[in-house]
């Protein structure tokens, strides 16, 4: 009998610590993108999910002259 003198404030300990994690975790925005991880495995790399901005990869960005800082690198002429 003496032992549920420690088991119950131990269960309402653990039920305020899991309340709390659970409010700290939706606060923290850990639901907020359920989908992306599950289509990530789905889809192939080069596509996206419906709505998910694409960055645009080094391939495509547009080269400047200069775009590496240095004075002209390797075949091309120094300005």
């Known amino acids: 009998m003496s032992m549920i003198y420690i ?3 131990l269960a309402i300990l653990l039920l305020v ?3 709390w994690a ?3 975790a939706i606060r923290s ?3 907020d993108d359920l989908e992306t ?3 990530s495995v789905v889809l192939d790399d080069d596509e996206r999910p419906h709505g998910e901005t694409e960055a645009v990869s080094p391939s495509e960005a547009p080269e400047s002259d200069n775009a590496r800082g240095d004075a002209g690198g390797p075949g091309k ?3």
Do not use: D, N
């Open 7 to 9: 088991l119950i404030p």
């Open 17 to 19: 610590l899991g309340a």
């Open 37 to 39: 991880h599950g289509w």
């Open 22 to 24: 659970l409010i700290w």
């Open 77 to 79: 002429p120094s300005p």
């Open 29 to 31: 925005g850990q639901f």
